[in-house]
């Protein structure tokens, strides 16, 4: 079991994660030297998806059958009344346990209790990932150990006051599902808040070599956005992204359908661009009028 959470609004129970085959024992990504982390991530790029079949999630009282996709991720919706307690077990048709690592994710279920909730993403929002530089990028993610990588300092600031005055958090990131352990730790030994970690498809090696984008980039998070705002109608957001990729006109797009369940959308401007600053100003305009605040900066202060 690579990942797992499970979510709940009272109602209802999301219970998803991600079933792999691998040989890889040491998942900690504690005290890797470069040499480690690289042979590390490129086993967790080689592991091979557990597609189309069936599961059994034992909790401590009431089970949930699952069928895994074809990247081997499980995702489903129970009676939050038919399940409590942790997970315990998990078990193929055949009677087989599939192991459980024990500190990867938490296992009991959660049932946040705030009125808001912080849906952040993760590269270049709270770690500095340099995805606008690809050989940058790869550098970064491959050789350089967990406990180097450095969060972007004033938006952990930013995630860690919301959260203290009782927000709930969300991760929600296009990275793929082999990274999940070394963002697990990353977020960990960074001391951010635990919360569901929403993560896109499994990818093999020679799709990331080759750089092949499917299905296409928006649709994990545009699907995942929708999901908890219909999982939470009653509860405010506030979304945290940069301007690296897609985050501007995905969260732009959500306050169109959903803007009065919007609080807040915060955009770190990691790169310079001129062009689409008209667009952003008359964004921020309109969304000022329904009552969202925009913000759209190089650094934030770490309250409004």
């Known amino acids: 079991l ?18 792999t085959y691998t040989s890889l024992k040491d998942f900690s990504f504690v005290d890797y030297g470069t040499r480690k982390t690289f042979k590390t991530l490129i086993r967790l790029y080689r592991t ?9 999630l034992n909790f401590t009282t009431g089970i ?3 069928n895994t996709n074809r990247y081997g991720a499980f995702y489903v919706k129970s009676e939050a009344s038919a399940i409590s307690g942790r997970l315990e077990r998990v078990a193929l048709k055949s009677g087989d346990d599939v192991r459980i690592v024990e500190g990867l994710y938490a296992r009991a279920i959660d049932a946040p209790k705030g009125d808001t909730i912080v849906v952040s993403d993760i590269d270049d929002t709270l770690v500095h990932s340099f995805i606008n ?40 990131s296009n990275s793929e599902q082999n990274l999940y352990p070394l963002i697990y730790r990353f977020l960990k030994h960074n001391s951010f808040p635990e919360g569901p970690l929403f993560l896109k498809h499994l990818r093999r090696l020679r799709d990331v070599l080759l750089n092949v984008k499917m299905p296409p980039r928006n ?9 908890l705002f219909e999982m ?10 940069d301007n690296t990729q897609s985050d501007v006109a995905i969260y732009l797009s959500a306050a169109e359908k959903y803007g009065d ?4 959308i915060i955009i770190r401007r990691v790169l310079k661009r001129r062009s689409g600053e008209k667009r952003i100003a008359e964004a921020a305009r309109k969304l000022a009028e329904r009552g969202v605040g925009f913000y759209y900066a190089d650094e934030f202060p770490k309250t409004f």
Do not use: C
Request: hydrophobic share 50%; net charge positive.
């Open 261 to 264: 369940n919007i609080r807040y």
């Open 133 to 172: 530089d690809r050989l940058m990028q790869f550098r970064t993610l491959m050789f350089t150990s967990m406990e180097k990588r450095k969060a972007v300092v004033d938006m952990q600031a930013l995630l860690m006051h919301f959260v203290s005055m009782g927000a709930v958090p969300v991760y929600l």
């Open 48 to 56: 091979r998806a557990y597609a189309n079949r069936q599961i059994v």
């Open 2 to 19: 690579l990942s797992f959470y499970a979510l709940s609004n009272g109602e209802t129970t999301l219970t998803f994660g991600q079933i």
């Open 219 to 227: 649709t994990h998070k545009v699907m995942m956005l929708a999901e």
């Open 64 to 66: 949930v059958e699952a």
């Open 232 to 241: 939470f109608p009653n509860r405010k957001f506030i979304l945290m992204g």
